[in-house]
């Protein structure tokens, strides 16, 4: 997450443009210390559990519709 903050800038990372995932609790807990809203957070901290994740939150279609 620091790196995104430093590559975006802070005001950018902070603005709520962009939906933040964390592949864990460790992970989403640097993003709001950060001042980043973590929309997305694997319930299995592995890549595949990030994916699942993500497909959870954006929807299979990737249309952006959030389920559960």
Excluded: C, N, W
């Excluded at 809203?37 to 694997?42: K, R």
């Excluded at 993500?54 to 249309?63: A, I, Q, W």
């Amino acid at each position: 997450m620091r790196h995104f903050v430093d590559i975006v800038g802070r005001e950018a990372a902070t603005s709520g443009r962009f939906a933040a995932a964390a592949i864990g609790p460790v992970t989403a807990e640097a993003a709001r210390e950060l001042g980043i809203q973590v929309a997305i957070e694997a319930r299995e901290y592995t890549v595949p559990g990030l994916v699942e994740a993500l497909v959870r939150y954006f929807g299979e279609e990737g249309s952006g519709k959030r389920d559960g």
